[in-house]
């Protein structure tokens, strides 16, 4: 039986999967890109091997937890602000229904249904209290659809561990290969190569062209890192030397 749909466009995927991204490349892009600064920098300003594993472990640790923390509580905030806004919304049909019907009615026709129809439709609206409400959250507050995200601590879980796998790109090149400055080369083109193939990866809910993807991640967080790596290295010269 033929579906009434595409099931291959995005909006029909699962909301709490796709609310998901941010935080995945977020995590795996400034996981890649922090890391790589901090582990180069070190790599070439002090050729220790037993340096550059530390501080490549420690960064890693540490950043992970800070930013999976970060996205729980940024995202606990919203979700708490969102549901403030409801229950202030659905005081306020209490109080002041007459003009909440009224503002309904007004968004109805700036959203261009016809004046009668829009009378209609806010009238039926308003004698519903549950339908009154739904409509307001969505016009009003545009929170339509919210409620399906994933949740914040789900979202701070998948920040952290995609932090933790970005990370690990340009670390392990070190861990495995002893000579730093043969794993220095190895590890930066690793990581390059890891940041295009994220950005690559981000085209199957875009549907944007693969290539103009992941030489626009490739070119910005390759931005990113020269500038951290740079101003590390003017740093070490100018007060470290």
Do not use: C
Not at 151 to 176: C, D, E, Q, R, T
């Amino acid at each position: 039986m033929k579906k009434g749909y595409n099931p291959d466009f995005i909006h029909h995927a699962d909301p709490g999967k796709t609310s998901l991204i941010k935080e995945l490349v977020f995590g795996m892009e400034d996981g890649m890109v922090s890391t790589l600064g901090a582990v180069t920098g070190i790599a070439t300003a002090t050729g220790s091997y037993f340096m550059v594993a530390l501080s490549g472990l420690v960064v890693i640790a540490v950043e992970s937890i800070s930013m999976g923390v970060g996205s729980y509580l940024s995202n606990k905030s919203e979700q708490d602000m969102n549901k403030r806004k409801v229950f202030e919304e659905k005081s306020e049909l209490k109080q002041f229904p007459k003009e909440e019907r009224d503002e309904l009615r007004d968004i109805y026709l700036a959203d261009g249904w016809p004046k009668d129809l829009s009378e209609t439709m806010a009238d039926v609206a308003s004698k519903d209290k549950k339908l009154f409400l739904k409509e307001m959250i969505y016009h009003e507050l545009e929170l339509g659809g919210s409620k399906n995200g994933a949740h914040p601590f789900k979202k701070g879980v998948v920040m952290f561990f995609s932090y933790v796998i970005g990370g690990a790109v340009p670390l392990i090149p070190y861990l495995l290969i002893e000579n730093i400055y043969l794993a220095i080369p190895i590890s930066v083109g690793v990581t390059l190569l890891g940041l295009f193939l994220l950005g690559v990866g981000t085209t199957k809910f875009s549907k944007r062209k693969w290539w103009k993807a992941g030489l626009e991640m490739l070119g910005l967080a390759s931005l990113a890192a020269l500038i951290g790596y740079g101003v590390g290295q003017v740093v070490d010269y100018m007060w470290l030397k």
